[in-house]
């Protein structure tokens, strides 16, 4: 039935170009009433959720380091002692014991890590702004600000709201079509039980302590208008202006994750010192410059057949009957690297499950940083979608967890090197937490040391490389380690450990074989690279073939674990032992072709269902198998509108374009991104592929500044399902080689230099 349906797209006539960078808006007919409804804006530190409302409009704002908690080490002293007992339970096959015992000695202290906090919400009231016409709220994203207007009595009023990264700060600028017709109030508020807020005079500050920790916050706002401000009942008055800016930026006392000194009401000062004098017109200029100068790196138009007229939710709505709206692909793209920008920018801390956007003072899933797939993969359009520098907050994690992962390795493997579990915080924690049947899982270490390599791949910039070369070999160094040789195969396992969530506490599960392979030729690939370690490297080499390799088991599925015990009528969410197909690549079409059939019917088995993120995950991974219409399929879903009645299956996108876990899930938005690009091009083989996975339903297009490793940036056309022209810019001279319909072409390149092709690539 799918399959039909997208066929028959093929015939839909799309025009390319008319919308362009110009169409990428969400827009809205009414105010938003939930918060999945509400429109984000960020600075990768300062964010908030804009509602619209036309009496009271309500910002909801969170500053990235208001947390619970405190500086902690999580290890658990002593746990390793009882590192071969559980190993040897779990060899006899006595799981259930195995996991008893590492619930008792194993975990980490405490067993929970803590949640990301909101920090509070700014208030406007318009008391006179009851009857209105001409609304319509939006979401620009070229340049990064979000406006409503209406009419009120002829008068047209508009708001505009932008996060500034140049001077970190919300500004809120509203303006009136008539002299002296605006009259409104603003105050702030927040959730926490012990907050102050301070509204005696025209600065009006916000003071909160989190419930359980060491962290607090302080934000201020100050107004700028040509009318008259008075402070009536604690709240900012303005009256007969025709317009006001309202600045307002926080902070916190984190300073890092060890250090919680810090000053925020002297960082709030400095900052409202450094905007005095300016006006909104140079800090949006300021704002534009900034955000465009990454944003505009890339466009992607896929054509447009009309329905960018309607409002965003409405549309989703409409892809879900028929998923017939490229431009809503298109934007769905350019959403994502605006959630990025937004979201994660040098100096700033890597986005959250929720990016920075969170109203809860418990959060799902703490608002945290799972490393068994979310974490990763809000950073896998990243390099792609030509964002590289947007990946730093990612590295500073990593630094922080190859000092504080250092602990864990001691107590609980007594292993050198570092390790990072499945849940990260800002503090941090790295050790196992939660339960031992899946807080156990051993390959956080790995998995992120494996977006350094990626990112070096992509940029090639060996100094990077030699920065984080101790970083990696570290991480290698503890499973060289911790690789234990199985008494029944003499493999050498990950044991114990999990695959992720499935299955419990098992020893060898096959993702984590795939992840240590992987990093351990990282290590052996930038010892090359840099001229370092040798001997290390020779020792990881040797290793390699002696670790449990991917198994096919008896339904002809990839084996998730040592046995081949895989049930096919199981659906679960996480599909982890594909990772050697995405993001890896030590299983792919040309080396491993029956490896590939067999991951491939582990995903049959799994189904199309699943959270917003295996949605995501499923994407890339049929992109990778090259089977374009299966991954739109798949886009399909994930682009439907989420908890409405009518649709039974979870996952989806919210009124705002948010990924639905549910409840919201900000890496289905960045993986499902990731998804498309991937069907566009691929880089994976040393080689740039191009439209390895082209589905039925976009048979036009073009992009532009999309990125390939060994630092390409590609620019490509394709009509009727076929290449049209393709110009390959050479970043820093590596030798290329490009593939499109089985031809290939290898050239070498100068740095700088454009390379042109025609259809037939000659
Ligand atoms: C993992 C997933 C869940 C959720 C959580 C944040 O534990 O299995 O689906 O995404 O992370």
Redesign the pocket.
Known sequence: MMRLYILSLVLTITQLSVYGQDGMKLSYDTPAVKWTEALPVGNGSLGAMIFGGVEKEHLQFNEETLWAGEPHDYSHEGAGDYLAEIRNLLAKGKQLEAQNLATEKFMSVPLKQVPYQPFGDLFLEFPEHKNYENYNRNLNISNAISTVSYKVDGVDYKREVLSSFPDNVLALNISASKSKALNFNVYMDALHENKQLDTSGATQTLSVAVKDGALRGVASFEVETDGKLTIEDGKVAIAKASYATIYLTAATNYVDYTDVSGNPEGEVDKVLTKIKGQDFKKIKAKHIKDYQGLYNRLTIDLGDNGRSKSPTNKRIYDFWKDPNDPQLVALYVQYARYLLIASSRPGTKPAT?QGIWNHKLNP??FSSY?T???LEMNYWPVEIANLSECHEPLFGLIKDLSESGKAVAKKHYNADGWIAH??IDIWRGAAPVNASN?GIWLGGGAWLSSHIWEHYLFTRDKEFLKEYFPIIKESALFYSQFLYEDPKTGYLISSPSNS??IGGLVAGPTMDHQLIRALFRTVIESSEILGEDQTFATKLEAMIPKIAPNQIGKHGQLQEWMEDKDDPENHH??VSHLWAVHPGKEINWEETPELMKAARQSLEYRGDNG?G??LAWKINFWSRFKDGNRAYSLMHRLLSPAEIPERKIRGGSYPNLFDA?PPF?I?GNFGGAAGILEMLIQSHMDKIEILPALPNALPNGEITGVMARGGFEISLKWKDLEMESLEILSKNGSDCKVEYKGKTLSFKTEAGKKYKFNKELK
């Open positions: 499950l799902p899933w799972t068994n797939i979310n499945h849940n899946h992720p969530e969410r996480h959270t993120w295996s876990h899930q890496d």
